[in-house]
């Protein structure tokens, strides 16, 4: 089983970011190089998350070689014990047990290397560049990458200018002598503070919105509530984008008259014709005299910089229409369908009654197994068990992830709940505990992180929306957070149960991920001080969002969220069933 399971870790892995991808991406229509990009980011960070538990059990398997390699013959011990003396605490000499998944030296830092350092080349240098130049309304490549250039350059600027900071203070301090795997300790420390910075704020939020849904998902008639809710606020959106697209196609309409067929700009015309759609192509068409010629001395002819933003704005205006007429189509059947669940809790012959059939058949094998009993106990009576059942083991999750953020600096005694788990099972060397709690320990964490850069919404510039309604720049925007984000949290890990020396205090084997890390003592107030008391923050995180303080200051900016106890949500909810209703009819 040498190396098997990391073969079999990273093949999984590959396809598990595939299948998320698709479900945001549109792998018709977006260029290659987008979805190559954004799947080779989402792996690497998926990788890190799935093979660094491997890491620590390989780790503890080394420890425990060295250990008996270098503790003292069981003769001399007793000869110390027959004179009196009595040895000192060296382990006793025992045999070692290979993990099942033990992978062999001098692999695991080669690997950790190469994905470490590609995903910090996408999200600080390749990722950035390929946002400007997808946002970009250049009808050439020259122009796309000259316009993506401009708009990285002050990025670019501010990256040299914090690593120069850290570089300068590592110089001109004395008790340094500058070489060069220093040099990319201060990399690393400069990316890992800023991904910290921001994981801290993520993850305070996660902690507790994600237990909490499911118990509010538990409540009967809260999702339907929610969803009415969600039906106004995007039937506004809806109406937006419909009146923003139909500004742009005019503007479209008088630039396709006034540039004429033999005019050197219309082929920027064309091009932009192509992505309009296709009942507006088909309406520019009609309306047009290919055969009049241009007059070269009217000055009323819009310039190529003017189409090159009308191109752009037609790309967003296009995109932001198909995806809310999407959303519209799938939020209209969420909520039939929670309607319908009401009506059949009250059902006495417990026969699931649809009121709609959607318009995507259902799978011959689904159709089976989910019968319309199945439907009706597991929808009206088993699903909102199980929610709260979920609800209180993430909740339990959480409270222990808390606590260990504030108490995992303290190593006498051990108040780290995972480095409490982790040290109990090394001392039985039981390798398929330690994996198994690594793997739920950062898997938790991970799900806390993820699902929140999956829900933020940055107005419209940023928005993961699932059915492949997500445009390019969100999908290198999550990219390039997700590298950004997962180092840190992994660290944190490590941190959290002990296994990183520098908090641990012990002269012990690292990890293959900690070596490739480096030692941030060469930054001693981030390694003694922002690393350690910074995550603490995450208490006060937590209690903002469990008393909903940014909802609330949202809801005063004009930003309207759904609260039980607002008046405006109420209207908003009214406003959704009167809609719904009206679809009905």
């Not at 850290?166 to 800023?194: H, S």
């Not at 197994?369 to 199980?386: A, D, K, M, N």
């Not at 933020?456 to 699932?466: H, T």
């Not at 759904?562 to 109420?570: A, I, L, P």
């Amino acid at each position: 089983m040498s190396g098997a399971a990391l073969g079999i870790e990273i093949i999984f892995v590959f396809f598990l970011a595939l299948f998320i991808l698709h479900r945001y991406g549109d792998f018709k229509k977006q260029h290659r190089l987008v979805i190559i990009a954004t799947l080779l980011a989402w792996y690497l960070c998926f990788l890190i998350v799935f093979i660094l538990p491997l890491d620590v059990s390989t780790t503890i398997y080394n420890r425990c070689k060295l250990a008996v390699n270098s503790s003292p013959p069981e003769s001399s011990s007793s000869n110390n014990i027959i004179n009196g003396s009595y040895p000192t605490s060296a382990p006793r000499k025992h045999k070692c047990f290979e993990p099942w998944s033990y992978i062999p030296d001098g692999i695991m830092p080669i690997f950790w290397r190469v994905v470490y350092w590609t995903s910090q080349f996408l999200t600080w240098i390749l990722l950035p560049f390929m946002q400007s130049y997808a946002r970009s309304g250049g009808f050439s490549i020259t122009g796309k990458i000259k316009t993506a250039l401009i708009e990285n350059a002050i990025y670019y600027g501010t990256y040299l200018l914090i690593f120069g900071a850290f570089l300068i203070y590592v110089a001109v301090n004395p008790n340094f002598n500058l070489q060069w795997n220093q040099l990319q300790t201060i990399g690393i420390a400069a990316a890992n503070t800023w991904g910290l910075f921001l994981l801290v704020l993520l993850l305070g939020y996660g902690l507790v919105e994600i237990p909490r849904s499911h118990w509010n998902g538990a409540k009967r008639g809260y999702l339907l509530m929610k969803t009415y809710f969600k039906v106004a606020k995007l039937m506004t959106e809806k109406a937006d984008a419909e009146e923003n697209l139909e500004d742009i196609m005019e503007e479209v309409r008088k630039v396709n008259e006034s540039i004429k067929y033999n005019h050197p700009l219309r082929k920027c015309v064309d091009t932009i014709l192509k992505k309009c759609p296709t009942e507006y192509q088909e309406k520019m068409g009609r309306n047009m005299d290919d055969y009049e010629d241009f007059d070269d001395r009217q000055n009323n002819y819009p310039s190529e910089k003017s189409l090159v933003k009308l191109h752009k704005q037609v790309i967003y205006s296009v995109q932001r229409h198909r995806r809310t007429q999407v959303q519209w189509r799938i939020l209209l059947e969420q909520a039939f369908y929670l309607e319908d669940v009401a009506k059949n809790e009250t059902s006495a012959t417990r026969q699931f009654v649809h009121t709609f059939q959607f318009q995507e058949p259902e799978n011959r094998i689904t159709r089976y197994f989910y019968t319309p009993t199945v439907e009706w106990y597991w929808e009206c009576l088993l699903r909102p068990w199980f929610y709260r059942i979920l609800a209180i083991v993430l909740a339990t999750f959480s409270v222990i992830v808390v606590w260990s953020e504030c108490t995992f600096f303290s190593t006498k005694p051990v108040l780290s709940l995972f480095a409490v788990f982790i040290q109990l099972a090394e001392r039985t060397y039981n390798y398929i505990y330690i994996e198994m709690a690594c793997f739920l320990t950062i898997f938790f964490l991970s799900i806390c992180v993820y699902s929140t850069v999956f829900r933020i919404r940055v107005f419209n510039y940023y928005y993961l929306a699932s059915h492949h309604q997500t445009d390019a720049y969100s999908l290198l925007f999550s990219g390039m957070l997700f590298c950004r984000l997962t180092p840190p949290l992994c660290l944190n890990f490590l941190g959290l149960t002990h296994m990183d020396s520098s908090i641990s205090h012990k002269n012990t084997q690292a990890t293959a991920y900690t070596s490739i890390m480096g030692s941030m003592r060469v930054l001693s107030f981030i390694a003694d001080g922002f690393y350690i008391y910074y995550p603490m923050l995450v208490v006060i995180l937590c209690i903002a969002t469990y008393f909903s303080l940014g909802t609330r200051c949202l809801n005063l900016l004009g930003f309207q969220q759904f609260m039980g106890d607002n008046e405006m949500t109420s209207d908003f909810i009214d406003e959704g069933k009167e809609l719904i209703r009206r679809v009905h009819f």
